[in-house]
């Protein structure tokens, strides 16, 4: 049957495929809409499984906040040509979108919540991966739920963002301030209280192999030993975690739990995420 540009138009126009590809669906679909949207549909699912051993290095990351609630989302993609996108832009938005207005618990959860069209997160991002021939996934989703949040995104190239959380309302700079602290000085935790553990063993096994390899610290009581190392850890703390860190916002040598109680003595961190495709 004849296929008319005006039918491959609808079709791109309802399901945003390339114009071969909309052509091409609707002959294999004898002219059938329904059909020629499933065709299309397979043919991105057929294009994400062989493309799911490929890297996302690239992609976008974006932030909302409202009503107590914030997200931040990013959406990858292979190559930084594709996450510049407007299409690809627009999708990464949606999902932020769809996650502020559901809240989903986690990544799984968001990828089962439907974007305006109807269509859930996941069958979106696996349709874009058939429209460009590059994979796409939800390459990071982070929420969190407190009297008052914050987020910043790094918009010289929109690959890093934080978003943080307060328990009551601060100053916005300050708070604005803060989590640019977390994008540029990318804190392990909070504090010390909630800082992993392995992370800590972590650093204690490299302060203890340093010691050894070190001839000046041969035949030094254990005591001594351990007490250098508990020394090297204060120090990783101070410069790890976010309420130690120097406030770079300000005059770059005042923590940033001294700045935050000099404006309000009550005012605490509660927590934060941080997603970067540079790391």
Do not use: W
Not at 253 to 279: E, G, M
């Amino acid at each position: 049957m004849e296929i008319k540009a005006a039918d491959v138009a609808k079709l791109r126009k309802m399901t945003g495929a390339g114009m071969m590809d909309c052509k091409k669906a609707l002959v294999e679909a004898e002219g059938d809409y329904t059909r020629a949207q499933e065709i299309i549909r397979e043919k991105g699912k057929l294009v994400a499984a062989k493309r799911a051993d490929r890297e996302t290095t690239e992609g976008l990351v974006v932030s909302r906040v409202a009503d107590g609630k914030a997200v931040l989302v990013c959406l990858g993609c292979e190559t930084d040509f594709v996450s510049q996108n407007a299409e690809f832009k627009a999708l990464a938005n949606q999902i932020a979108d769809a996650a502020i207005a559901a809240a989903p618990a986690d990544a799984e959860g968001l990828k089962a919540c439907k974007l305006a069209d109807g269509q859930t997160v996941e069958a979106a991002i696996t349709q874009q991966t058939g429209k460009s021939g590059e994979k796409h996934v939800l390459a990071f989703y982070g929420k969190l739920e407190a009297p008052y949040i914050a987020s910043y995104i790094h918009n010289l190239n929109g690959k890093l963002g934080a978003i943080v959380s307060f328990n009551k309302e601060i100053p916005a700079e300050l708070a604005k301030g803060i989590a640019m602290q977390i994008v540029s000085m990318s804190p392990i935790s909070v504090s010390e209280k909630d800082c992993p553990k392995e992370v800590i063993d972590k650093e204690m096994q490299i302060y203890t192999e340093q010691m050894k390899e070190d001839p000046k610290m041969a035949n030094k009581p254990a005591a001594m030993l351990e007490n250098i190392a508990k020394g090297k850890l204060a120090k990783f703390f101070k410069e790890s975690t976010l309420e130690e860190q120097e406030y770079q916002m300000g005059d770059g040598k005042t923590p940033v739990k001294d700045v935050l109680s000099a404006t309000d003595k009550d005012a605490r961190i509660l927590a934060f995420y941080r997603f970067s495709l540079n790391d």
